[in-house]
């Protein structure tokens, strides 16, 4: 899943600042999943919103909607008919769900409410580790399952470099060194040999070579 | 037509003494001379560091083209971690045109542990693949994506090893990997566990890689106690074990610089009997006056004429 953090409240209320009748937006899906920007969430920071405000003896409309899946235009249909009434929208979707809104919503001023991380996984309750950055030339089974583009602090294609020690990365004693992984579990499933290959240059025009990237698909369309 | 000093000598079979050179934190090319000269008649090369640790200072190329105006011979380190391909393979061509004739190509320390935390760290290539991009640069004289050059450049090829790095079992692999990549010259981490270094070479030698590559063992004399201590707890990748820090320990402050040196003496003259090993890499941190009396003291002076 796409995972995010909601940004510290003072930036968030600098940035509403200017506004008095705001509509928090959340998502249902990903964020939502890792606990950033689903119903509860969104309800948590209108209260904060509303709290403030109070304190500050300053009167502001807060309302709260959140959409199955913010960065589908379908869902996003939802929220036309309030548009009209709040002076800006404060989103609590991941960088797409902002930008849909955006794209739909030409006249309306949107606030991001979080910092999009990553696409990551649930390693616990409470815990999301980076695993993809979507570079669009996935070689994960070259590397054990493990991806050095994500999980090497360098990014690293050939092998670890000289810092790790304990099986642990240079840059945080914390993050396991992802190429100790590779080469434990390479080892353990008796593929080590094919590591002594020098693994060529990435081609990072899948990534970044001609802006963002789009999918189109013609079977897909609705005719 | 420059050649490659190191390379007249390591294949002379003479024991090869190359010395590190900091740049400093400025635009003075004054602190890179004096440095040079220091080292002169004393060592066959020069490496010049590239914004080591992450901490900008002036340019490897530019230092090392000063050091060869001075009549010696530099080694450019290059590192993928602030350069892609584009400018890598640019400053390769320009590195030779500048009379430089030897690079050592590495990845480079995080850019998290430097003075410009916020950089994005590129690492388009990695070593190797920066290995088999010059290596195919200067035999084939094609660039990556296959445009010909219209002239070759002429360096001399190497690339680091940390023999105490992480996983254990594989270094000797990763040794093996760097040379089919295209290294010629292999310059190592500090050593200062020399028991784990000589097996590590025991190994080098059963796969028969010391008659594939020219191994260089790096060498950093200590000045402190709390040097051998920083070393031991706070720099990536290396192992000081405690005989060393005791030695450090048991001499008064101020003899300690001396007893470093001794340490450095000897693990030289060890590396000199070690079989498999073509010379050494003295790194002597801010310390560059140091290189002289190492080298004397190791009966490695004076430099062979080649």
């Known amino acids: ?223 | 037509m420059i050649e490659s000093r190191l390379k007249k000598v390591l294949a002379a079979g003479h024991f090869a003494v190359t010395a590190e050179c900091g740049p400093p934190k400025g635009a003075d090319p004054e602190v890179i001379r004096k440095k040079g000269n220091l080292l002169k008649g004393f060592v066959d090369s020069v490496n010049v560091t590239d914004n080591q640790t992450g901490v900008v200072r002036l340019s490897s190329l530019a230092a090392c083209a000063i050091l060869r105006e001075e009549g010696l011979d530099p080694v450019l380190q290059m590192v993928t971690r602030d350069r892609n391909r584009i400018a890598l393979q640019s400053d390769v061509l320009g590195a030779s045109a500048l009379g430089i004739r030897n690079i050592l190509c590495l990845s480079g320390d995080h850019q998290s542990l430097g003075n410009q935390k916020g950089a994005k760290g590129v690492f388009d290539l990695d070593s190797m693949q920066l290995l088999q991009t010059v290596r195919q640069m200067r035999d084939k004289g094609i660039m990556l994506g296959g445009d010909r050059l219209n002239a070759n450049p002429a360096l001399f090829v190497g690339a680091v090893e940390n023999p105490f790095g992480d996983p254990q079992g594989y270094r000797v692999a990763r040794l093996a990997k760097k040379i089919r990549a295209g290294a010629e010259f292999i310059q190592t981490q500090c050593i200062y566990n020399l028991a784990r270094f000589s097996e590590f070479m025991t190994q080098v030698r059963d796969r028969g890689l010391d008659s594939k590559v020219f191994i260089l063992g790096g060498i950093t004399p200590l000045k402190s106690i709390r040097m051998a201590e920083f070393m031991r707890d706070s720099v990536a990748g290396m192992d000081v074990p405690d005989e060393i820090i005791a030695r450090m320990k048991g001499v008064p402050a101020k003899e300690q610089r001396q007893e470093g040196i001794k340490i450095a003496v000897e693990t030289i003259r060890a590396l000199k009997e070690l079989k498999g090993v073509h010379g050494v890499h003295i790194m002597a941190i801010e310390w560059e006056e140091v290189v002289p009396t190492l080298v004397e003291e190791a009966g490695l002076s004076p430099r062979p004429d080649v």
Not at chain 1, 42 to 63: C, E, W, Y
Request: proline letters at 6%; charged letters at 25%; hydrophobic letters at 35%.
């Open chain 1, 1 to 223: 899943m796409i995972t995010a953090e909601r940004k510290p409240f003072a930036e968030i209320k600098a940035a509403c600042a200017p506004y008095r009748r705001i509509l928090v937006v959340g998502c249902g899906t990903c964020v939502a999943e890792c606990a950033a920007g689903g119903e509860k969430e969104v309800a948590l920071l209108a209260s904060q919103l509303r709290l403030d405000a109070g304190k500050a003896r300053r009167t502001i409309d807060v309302k709260e909607v959140t959409l199955d899946r913010q960065c589908v235009y379908e869902f996003i249909d939802q929220i036309f008919p309030l548009v009209d009434q709040y002076d800006v929208i404060l989103s609590l979707g991941c960088g797409a769900g902002v930008q849909a809104m955006a794209e739909v919503l030409p006249k309306i001023h949107i606030v991001p409410a979080l910092n999009t991380t990553s696409i990551a996984e649930t390693m616990e309750q409470g815990v999301w580790r980076e695993d993809c950055r979507g570079c669009g030339d996935c070689k994960l089974d070259r590397f054990a399952d493990i991806c050095p583009i994500t999980r090497c602090a360098k990014g690293l294609f050939n092998g670890p470099c000289g810092g790790s020690k304990g099986g642990h990365c240079e840059v945080d004693p914390d993050v396991p060194c992802a190429w100790h992984l590779i080469i434990t579990r390479m080892e353990e499933t008796g593929r080590l040999d094919a590591m002594n290959e020098v693994e060529p240059p990435a081609d990072w025009a899948r990534t970044q070579g001609k802006g963002p990237r789009k999918i189109v698909r013609e079977d897909q369309k609705t005719p």
